[in-house]
Nanobody
């Protein structure tokens, strides 16, 4: 069982930056470093969509086209934490952002492939 807690969301003007954090706990039986991690987001009235993912080693990452070159996913396995650095934010980035974990080594972009989810953190970008 893994518990994920996101933080770092808030209100920011277009063009601004935010860094989201996702802290994992209760990873008994499998160390955090053996989980691949992802970030998803869901805007009002829309389906949850993939944002970014990172391999368990951190050696490989993958991004949705809409955030490529603006967002960076990273992880610190010593702190059981994954981050999403967001730059050049746009109003269309407004959504609840969710952290997700899967007990596998490779990257996944489909929500159903993740077993554990955080409660989400709201990001609002004003124009």
């Amino acid at each position: 069982q893994v518990q994920l807690v996101e933080s770092g969301g808030g209100l920011v003007q277009a063009g601004g930056s935010l860094r989201l954090s996702c802290a994992a706990s209760a990873v008994s039986g499998r160390t955090f470093s053996r989980y691949s991690m992802g970030w998803f987001r869901q805007a009002p009235g829309k389906e949850r969509e993939f944002v970014a993912a990172i391999r368990w080693t951190g050696s490989s990452t993958y991004y949705a086209d809409s955030v490529k070159s603006r967002f960076t996913i990273s992880r610190d396995n010593a702190k059981n934490t994954v981050y999403l650095q967001m730059h050049s934010l746009k109003p269309e980035d407004t959504a609840v952002y969710y952290c997700a974990a899967r007990p596998a080594l490779g990257i996944a972009t489909i929500a159903d492939e993740y077993d554990y989810w955080g409660q989400g953190t709201q990001v609002t970008v004003s124009s």
